[in-house]
């Protein structure tokens, strides 16, 4: 075998496969520097002449011509990798020079002879979800390859809901951590500020969905280890204004700390609990039986039996009070006001300790989803709010879409029933 590979590699064929082999490694090694971004940080001005420029020609002697005379190079990476760099050249005390890149990076430095024993580069390097870290470079000293490990912010948005119901949203900032925040206005709307805090890509993309009655739109931006979540508001020309009211909590089963802001129009709080609570009368028998149930049980299998359970579970909300009603409203247009659950047992809601444990267990309470979306429909004015306000009772945690293919699918079996009777 050995004496077949050397015959070969001594024939024609073999030189010109060593020649192909020897230069695709010499265009991966070209390739690899290229990747690299050149950076001249070499200040315009030299220093003023000193006592180095008598001593550089002895110092040679010794150390070689190149050690004072010869520009040096250092490469600059980061993890995770393509970081943001902002790279400042100081002397005595003054800025020379400051530029911006993205790693890796290769800088470009002057020759000893062309700096002063106090020249230095700072190099300051971010990301997106990371801490800043700053390092210094001494310009004299010797220099090398660099790189910058960035350690992830202490805190993350997981998640983030958006309800809205009976004329009122609220935003549920989910964290792994307690949240430090602040809120600053806008001209379009406010801005919730939160310190130290990155963004999952979930997270990300719930917000640039979230849309409703009250909200035109949201965003988000990281500023620096802050993230700021932007929200603009519909009817700011009005003279209606908007409050907003905060709470913090703890979510013991999931683990996770919750921040909550509620948006709520100054003086239309009285008006809209008594609308809500009218809408809620109007609610009758037909409204929870019949083909109406079919729709309230598909629902219920089409959502994640543990999200749905959350959603209606109190939490101290404003919707607390509607929920309550509600449940209450299901007893009073069930047979005997008896309502049943999905575990075979049946609660009189009119006792108040049988009407408590029915609102503990709302979810597998049967026709309690249709009540809620009839509730819903004669609440709301128009489609978005409507829409938005029954995502909001039932699957905060889903996106407009993902709930409406959901209900989709239970007006289906709904219209089944009702073209088969």
């Known amino acids: 075998m050995r004496r077949v590979l050397m015959s070969w590699l001594l024939s024609p064929l073999g030189f010109v496969g060593l020649f192909l082999l020897l230069f695709s490694f010499q265009s991966m090694a070209e390739s690899e520097t290229l990747a690299f971004e050149t950076l001249d940080m070499r200040p315009d001005q030299p220093p003023s002449w000193s006592g180095r420029h008598l001593s550089a020609?002895?110092?040679?002697?010794?150390?070689?011509?190149?050690?004072?005379?010869?520009?040096?190079?250092?490469?600059?990476?980061?993890?995770?990798?393509?970081?943001?760099?902002?790279?400042?050249?100081?002397?005595s005390g003054f800025q020379k020079k400051f530029e911006q890149a993205e790693s890796p990076v290769e800088i470009i430095i002057p020759a000893r002879i062309e700096s002063s024993p106090r020249d230095s580069l700072?190099?300051?390097?971010?990301?997106?979800?990371?801490?800043?870290?700053?390092?210094?470079?001494?310009?004299?000293?010797?220099?090398?390859?660099?790189?910058?490990?960035?350690?992830?912010?202490?805190?993350?948005?997981?998640?983030?809901?958006?309800?809205?119901?009976?004329?009122?949203?609220?935003?549920?900032?989910?964290?792994?951590?307690?949240?430090?925040?602040?809120?600053?206005?806008?001209?379009?709307?406010?801005?919730?500020?939160?310190?130290?805090?990155?963004i999952s890509p979930a997270a990300a993309e719930v917000v640039e969905r979230i849309q409703g009655p009250n909200i035109i739109e949201a965003y988000h931006q990281q500023l620096g280890d802050d993230l700021m979540v932007g929200l603009v508001l519909r009817n700011q020309e009005s003279e209606e204004t908007v409050d907003l009211r905060s709470r913090q909590a703890y979510d013991a089963p999931r683990d996770v700390h919750l921040f909550e802001v509620d948006l709520v129009s100054t003086g239309s709080s009285a008006a809209s609990v008594e609308n809500a609570l009218a809408a809620l009368a109007?609610?009758?028998?037909?409204?929870?039986?019949?083909?109406?149930?079919?729709?309230?049980?598909?629902?219920?299998?089409?959502?994640?039996?543990?999200?749905?359970?959350r959603a209606l579970r109190p939490r101290g909300a404003f919707s607390d009070r509607y929920l309550r009603a509600a449940m209450r409203r299901l007893g009073e247009v069930?047979?005997?006001?008896?309502?049943?659950?999905?575990?075979g047992s049946r609660l009189r809601l009119e006792s108040p300790?049988?009407?408590?444990?029915?609102?503990?267990?709302?979810?597998?309470?049967?026709?309690?989803?249709?009540?809620?979306?009839?509730?819903?429909?004669?609440?709301?004015?128009?489609?978005?709010?409507?829409?938005?306000?029954?995502?909001?009772?039932?699957?905060?945690?889903?996106?407009?879409?993902?709930?409406?293919?959901?209900?989709?699918?239970?007006?289906?079996?709904?219209?089944?029933?009702?073209n088969n009777p």
């Open 122 to 198: 700072t190099i300051r390097a971010f990301a997106e979800g990371y801490e800043q870290s700053s390092v210094r470079v001494e310009i004299d000293g010797k220099v090398k390859d660099l790189v910058i490990d960035l350690e992830p912010l202490p805190n993350k948005l997981e998640a983030i809901e958006y309800r809205y119901f009976a004329g009122r949203a609220t935003l549920t900032f989910v964290t792994k951590e307690s949240l430090m925040f602040r809120v600053q206005d806008s001209e379009s709307g406010y801005a919730v500020i939160l310190n130290q805090t990155a």
């Open 353 to 418: 300790l049988e009407l408590e444990m029915a609102i503990t267990n709302s979810s597998t309470a049967r026709g309690y989803l249709s009540l809620l979306r009839r509730f819903v429909s004669e609440n709301e004015v128009d489609s978005l709010a409507e829409r938005q306000g029954f995502r909001s009772l039932l699957a905060p945690s889903l996106t407009m879409q993902e709930f409406e293919q959901k209900v989709g699918v239970a007006r289906a079996a709904e219209a089944k029933c009702r």
């Open 282 to 309: 109007r609610v009758q028998s037909a409204d929870v039986s019949g083909c109406a149930a079919v729709f309230d049980d598909k629902l219920r299998r089409e959502l994640d039996s543990a999200e749905l359970a």
């Open 334 to 343: 069930s047979v005997d006001q008896t309502v049943d659950f999905e575990d």
């Open 57 to 91: 020609p002895i110092v040679s002697l010794f150390r070689g011509t190149d050690y004072m005379y010869a520009e040096r190079t250092f490469r600059i990476e980061t993890t995770p990798a393509h970081g943001y760099l902002d790279i400042f050249y100081v002397r």
